[in-house]
C-alpha cells in the first residue's frame, strides 16, 4: 500500500514538472529478527496416562474411573497458569462431551465439572502465581438413556497456558 502511494506521487510529480518519470525496481521480502534478553517462563505438565477407559455400563446410568488421571503442573511465570482440557472432536462414535465430567480431588474433592460439549475446552484450573500444582482426577460418565450399545472413544488434550 505505501508502495503504490510513493509510486503514484513520483508519477504526478514527474508529470508536473516535465521531467521523466524515475526507474523504479521491486524489492523481494526481508525478514527482520530481534532478541529480547530476559528471563524466560517455563509450564511443564508431568505425569498423565495414556488412557482413561470407563468400565461397561447401561443406558441412564453412571459410569466412573476413580483417580483416572494424577499429575503434576509446574511453571515460573509469576502471573501463573491456566490448566485446560480438551476435547478433539464431537463426531460420529465419540464419547458425548456434554456426558462427562471431571472432579478434581487432590487437596479437597471439588464439585464435579461437565464439559460444555463440541470441542469447547473445560477449564480445571487457572493460578495467578508461579508454583507447582498437584492434580487428581475422577472422570464420570453419564450415559445416555438412549445411547445404543457399543465402544465409543475421544481424544481429549490438556494444555497448560502462562497467563
Known amino acids: 500500500m505505501i508502495r503504490r502511494v510513493i509510486i503514484t506521487a513520483a508519477v504526478a510529480l514527474a508529470g508536473a514538472t516535465g521531467a521523466a518519470a524515475p526507474a523504479l525496481a521491486a524489492g523481494g521480502p526481508v525478514n527482520v529478527g530481534a532478541t529480547v534478553n530476559g528471563p524466560t517462563s517455563t509450564i511443564t505438565l508431568t505425569g498423565l496416562a495414556p488412557a482413561i477407559t470407563f468400565p461397561a455400563g447401561n443406558p441412564g446410568t453412571t459410569v466412573s474411573v476413580p483417580n483416572a488421571e494424577s499429575y503434576t503442573v ?14 478433539g472432536s464431537a463426531g460420529f462414535g465419540a464419547l458425548p462431551n456434554n456426558q462427562l465430567a471431571v472432579q478434581e480431588m487432590v487437596t479437597a474433592p471439588k464439585p464435579a465439572v461437565p464439559f460444555p460439549g463440541g470441542t469447547a475446552p473445560l477449564q480445571v484450573d487457572k493460578e495467578l502465581v508461579a508454583g507447582t500444582w498437584n492434580y487428581g482426577e475422577t472422570w464420570d460418565f453419564n450415559i445416555p438413556p438412549t445411547a445404543a450399545p457399543g ?4 481424544t481429549f488434550t490438556y494444555l497448560a497456558v502462562g497467563n
Open 74 to 87: 509446574s511453571t515460573n511465570d509469576p502471573l501463573g497458569m491456566t490448566l485446560t482440557i480438551t476435547p
Open 151 to 154: 465402544a465409543l472413544s475421544e
